[in-house]
């Protein structure tokens, strides 16, 4: 850290703020509090399932539609921060909601719950185009790589401080119900994001920006329509969206059904939490040398070494008996988890135009939002066919062979940036 500018400390600190979040609201503590507070209010399992996964996805998908046009009109001077810091002002305050938000009250807190997704999304479109603002091309691979590293350490301290009172709580230690120890988390979450959020907000500012010109709203719409009309001419970058779109859903889906997995292979909740724990850990480290490795031979052949590692994920999967297995499995994700999606951020910041990052960013976050579709069906649909969830997993190579021999057709992104025409 003491060799990073401040601007490169600060946008790094943010992966540090956020993902405190990602692990106590999208992934550990919220979906349980949720599905108890529903299941106190008298919905049947399934119905609670089914609202939850309408909200993520109308958030998702809602976010994921705005993402490319925002990003457009946020290329304008003095955009950019304006959009990160209300996005960022949406997801913290809804997230506090959450703390203070009746337990019985399940439809207020889904819908608080869908703000933050939206604040939370929203954010981190501007937060990744601001790579191309704090550091030079030559670092970007170090400094994204950082970040997700920090990401990673940053969110097993509240996690740590969440899961302790729920624990506490729960074997009557602290004399406060279980519900109550939950929002003491979210209100952890919110606190934790917040303050360490401060250092991007003071520091960090838009560098590369097009003046603004009389209706910038208008403008962007314009923008975007020029965009889409000279995709050609951004041919090389698309063919790498392509290929992240596929590797990504791998990735992602390895990702959001692990504990599932874990599930059916008769590992109880506590060995999952502590499963994961240890996954964060872990990966902090192997995203660091993912970025040093990056530089040394150069970003596209890191990425290929991550797909490879996630190809032999799924071949080990489909052997995968017992609970020393699992850990093997989550280990190896472990090693290629952070460098694989750190490294995609920084080679697709170098293959975009700054002037035009945020636009290109909106397709970026398009492109990993729909990745989260493809892939838990296709593992659903093999599990269902075979009755293996072993094979379910196995299915996803494919994704990945496929994202792998598209990327070998992108060349390096020093090439493209100095090839491509810009519209303006």
Do not use: H
Request: glycine share 8%; net charge positive.
């Amino acid at each position: 850290m003491s060799r990073m500018t401040k601007q490169e400390k600060s946008w790094v600190f943010y992966d540090w703020a956020n993902s405190a979040y990602s692990i106590l609201i999208t992934t550990a503590v919220f979906p349980l509090y949720f599905k108890a507070a529903a299941t106190e209010a008298g919905l049947a399992g399934s119905t609670s399932t089914a609202y939850w996964g309408y909200a993520n996805s109308f958030a998702t998908l809602l976010i994921s539609i705005c993402a490319p046009v925002l990003g457009s009109i946020a290329d304008f001077r003095g955009f950019k921060k304006r959009f990160f810091t209300f996005f960022f002002a949406l997801g913290i305050i809804f997230t506090f909601l959450l703390a203070v938000v009746p337990s019985n009250q399940w439809l207020v807190l889904l819908i608080c719950y869908m703000l933050t997704v939206i604040g939370f999304g929203g954010t981190n479109i501007f937060y990744d185009a601001f790579l191309v603002d704090v550091t030079t091309e030559e670092r970007m691979n170090k400094i994204s790589s950082r970040g997700f590293a920090m990401g990673y350490i940053g969110s097993t301290i509240p996690f740590i401080m969440g899961i302790a009172l729920i624990i506490l709580a729960q074997q009557s230690i602290l004399p406060i119900s279980v519900s109550v120890a939950s929002q003491a988390a979210f209100a952890i979450t919110a606190l934790w994001w917040g303050l360490f959020t401060i250092p991007m907000l003071k520091n960090v500012n838009q560098v590369y920006y097009k003046e603004r010109v009389p209706n910038p709203i208008a403008n962007g719409f314009k923008q975007l329509f020029e965009t889409f009309r000279k995709i050609r001419t951004y041919r090389p970058l698309f063919i790498f969206l392509i290929a992240y779109f596929f590797y990504i859903d791998g990735v992602n889906t390895i990702i959001t059904m692990s504990t599932a997995y874990g599930s059916d292979l008769g590992i109880d909740s506590t060995n999952l939490l502590i499963i994961l724990f240890a996954t964060q850990v872990v990966a902090a480290p192997f995203a660091i040398l993912y970025g040093k490795l990056a530089d040394k031979f150069k970003g596209k052949t890191m990425l290929l070494v991550g797909i490879s590692v996630y190809i032999i994920i799924c071949i080990y999967a489909y052997f995968l008996k017992t609970v020393l297995d699992f850990w093997i499995l989550a280990m190896l994700v472990a090693t290629s988890q952070g460098g694989i999606q750190a490294l995609s951020r920084s080679y697709f910041a170098k293959l975009v135009p700054k002037e035009n990052a945020n636009e290109f960013f909106g397709f970026y976050s398009i492109f990993y939002k729909f990745a989260a579709i493809l892939g838990p069906f296709l593992v659903g649909l093999t599990a269902q066919m075979t009755g293996n969830t072993n094979s379910g997993v196995f299915s996803l190579v494919v994704l990945f062979v496929i994202g792998g021999a598209i990327l070998l057709r992108v060349p390096e992104g020093n090439k493209i940036s100095q090839s491509s025409s810009i519209p303006q």
